[in-house]
Each structure stands twice: as structure tokens, then as C-alpha cells.
């Protein structure tokens, strides 16, 4: 079998090796579609991860081996999964916390999503595997795991008539957009520098605000009667955005960390805003097994159209060039890679 492994920055390797062997409670599927996640791009173009590595976590596909002791899933079976399998018995997992469990980040898919083929350890088989439909594509599939990620940060602290400003609009910026729309916010902002994902943002309902031409703060708060925003969902990881966002935050609105910040970490925050507007900041971290099946109901119910996020497409050895077309982020959205 073929897998594509980060070496090193601009080294990709397509190589072959040996398909895994799986123990009897686990499953072998033939990856049909996997979804180039901004973490991807990241680790390979700053070298953030031991390699070499096979990344990709945002997969799809059809079984085609199955250990004895399997009894949900079957050969030729249609499944989304994702690459972390938290405990749930833990503290953290009876709080709600999954992706803080101290199993959460020690599971993972073999070798990878940008593989041919994919062993799935047991615990994934139980807690993150999930069927999909046949009216699903693969490339539908894939976005399982980002959109139940988007979920879990801010959905259910959403008010009908909301407004929801959302910093960025690459493809996890609209998909929180699309999530906004179907919890029913009245007004959806969208940020960027890029006109090309602002005109994507705004064929969701969304009014695009490009910061490098217009003043964020002015702007919505002419927008919004002077309020300010109720809910900001931070999707850039960027100080100056975050400075923005929460200037532009109305009393008693919803501040969700939804990205790292891998430069300038600390923000200087006026403690008194907090305390006198009663702002509530909210960190979100990957997802939870609880979601999962909900989100493939969102996409196959249509309350979530992921399949015009899609802007290229890739086979498997072409990853290192769909990496470096992600990184510019000039005319693409979703990068999907097909083996």
C-alpha cells in the first residue's frame, strides 16, 4: 500500500509499506477521502511534529477487513472517523471535557490519514466510527470530525436572533457560519483579508468584512445599533483579531477561543470589561464522540453544506502540493485528498 509521510519541511514521501494488521477488535478501511486540516498545513510548514509522520485525520471510507470480536461494523460498510478516542469515565469525560482526557491524545489512526489504508484501534472503532449513508459522499464524510468540532464550540450557546461575529473565513470560519445560520442568528460577520473566502462566507447569509480595508470594531457596531456582537468565534488564532473581536463583543456576550495561538500568545485584557460587561470566554478544543453522529444527520439533512467548501481536490501523492496551496489561502477552501 501507498502512504504519504512528512519528513521534513517541502519533504513529502510517497512511499510504500506494509498494510497493518489489525487484532480482533479492530477494523482495516480503505481510505476514500481525507480533508487537508489547518493543523496539517501548519505542522508542515513550521515542522511542529517528530517525523517522519503520516498526517491527515479527517477521513472517510469503506471497511474491508474486520477483526472477530467487531460486532457494529461490517465489511463493506460506509464510515466517517475520527483520529482521538477519549476514555469516558474520567473525570474530564463525565464533565464534558473529552479532548482533555489523559487518553484523548494518545490514540490515533495507523499510520495516518494520508494512507491508503488505515488500521483503526479498537477504542476508535467504539467511540469515533460512525456510518454513514449512502447518499453521502466520501468527500462528505470527511468533515465528520471539523464540523463536530465546530459544534461543540458555541452551537448551543447560540439565541435565535443572535448576532455572531466570526473571525475568519477559511473552511472551519464557515462552517461555523452555516452553523449560526441554522441555530437561527439574525446577523452573521464574517472577517478576512482575503476577498475570495469573504464572497464564500456571504453566499451563507453572511456579511464579509474584509479588516485590511474597513475598521472591525466600526463596522459591526454600525451593523448592530451600536450593541456590539453576542457570540465571537475566533477561528485565526491571531492577537489583533482577538483585540478586535473582543472590542467588538456586546455586554454579556460569548467569547469562544476556537484556535491556537501560535504567535504573540498573551493579550493584554482589560479585567474590568470582563467583570462590569459579564463576558464570557469559552477555549474549545477538538471534539467529542458525542457529536459525531449528530453532525452526519447536519450534513445528510442538508442543514450544513460542506461540499461547495470544496475547492480542490487531490490525489494522495500530490499531498505536499495541496499543503502548499492551503498555506497561501489565496483561492481555496477545502482541500480534499482522494487516493
Known amino acids: 500500500m501507498k502512504a504519504n509521510f512528512f519528513y521534513d519541511i517541502n519533504d513529502f514521501r510517497y512511499l510504500d509499506i506494509e498494510s497493518p494488521k489489525i487484532s480482533e477488535s479492530e477494523v482495516l478501511i480503505e481510505m476514500k477521502s481525507c480533508g487537508v486540516c489547518g493543523t496539517d498545513i501548519h505542522k508542515a510548514i513550521y515542522k511542529t511534529v517528530q517525523t517522519p509522520i503520516v498526517l491527515g485525520h479527517e477521513v472517510s471510507g469503506i471497511i474491508i477487513e474486520v477483526g472477530d470480536k467487531v460486532k457494529k461494523f461490517s465489511v463493506g460498510d460506509r464510515v466517517a472517523l475520527a483520529h482521538h478516542a477519549p476514555c469516558m469515565v474520567c473525570w474530564e469525560c463525565r464533565h464534558n471535557h473529552h479532548s482533555l482526557c489523559d487518553e484523548y491524545l494518545k490514540t490515533n489512526l495507523d499510520p495516518g490519514g494520508f494512507s491508503e489504508i488505515i ?18 459522499s466520501y468527500d462528505e464524510g470527511a468533515f465528520m470530525e471539523p464540523l463536530a468540532c465546530c459544534i461543540r464550540g458555541y452551537s448551543s450557546k447560540i439565541q435565535p436572533g443572535d448576532t455572531v461575529l466570526i473571525l475568519g473565513s477559511g473552511p472551519i470560519g464557515i462552517i461555523h457560519t452555516q452553523i449560526a445560520k441554522t441555530f437561527n442568528a439574525s446577523l452573521i460577520i464574517n472577517t478576512d483579508l482575503v476577498d475570495f473566502r469573504l464572497k464564500m462566507a456571504e453566499k451563507f447569509d453572511s ?18 445599533n451600536g450593541k456590539g456582537a453576542d457570540v465571537i468565534i475566533d477561528t485565526v488564532g491571531n492577537k489583533i483579531a482577538m483585540q478586535q473581536g473582543i472590542k467588538s463583543a456586546r455586554k454579556g456576550a460569548i467569547i469562544n477561543v476556537f484556535a491556537p495561538f501560535m504567535e504573540n500568545k498573551n493579550i493584554e485584557i482589560n479585567f474590568n470589561e470582563i467583570f462590569f460587561h459579564e463576558l464570557t470566554f469559552v477555549g474549545t478544543y477538538s471534539s467529542s464522540p458525542l457529536d459525531y453522529p449528530r453532525v452526519i444527520k447536519l ?4 442543514f450544513i453544506n460542506v461540499k461547495d467548501l470544496i475547492t480542490h481536490k487531490f490525489k494522495l501523492k500530490d499531498l505536499e502540493k495541496a499543503i502548499n496551496i492551503g498555506h497561501k489561502a489565496k483561492k481555496s477552501l477545502k482541500l480534499i485528498i482522494n487516493p
Request: aromatic share 0%.
Open 299 to 302: 450534513i445528510e439533512n442538508g
Open 207 to 224: 456579511i464579509g468584512i474584509n479588516v485590511n480595508k474597513e475598521d472591525l470594531v466600526s463596522k459591526v457596531l454600525e451593523l448592530t
Open 119 to 136: 488500521r483503526v484501534p479498537a477504542i476508535n472503532v467504539s467511540r469515533t466510527m460512525v456510518k454513514i449513508p449512502d447518499s453521502m
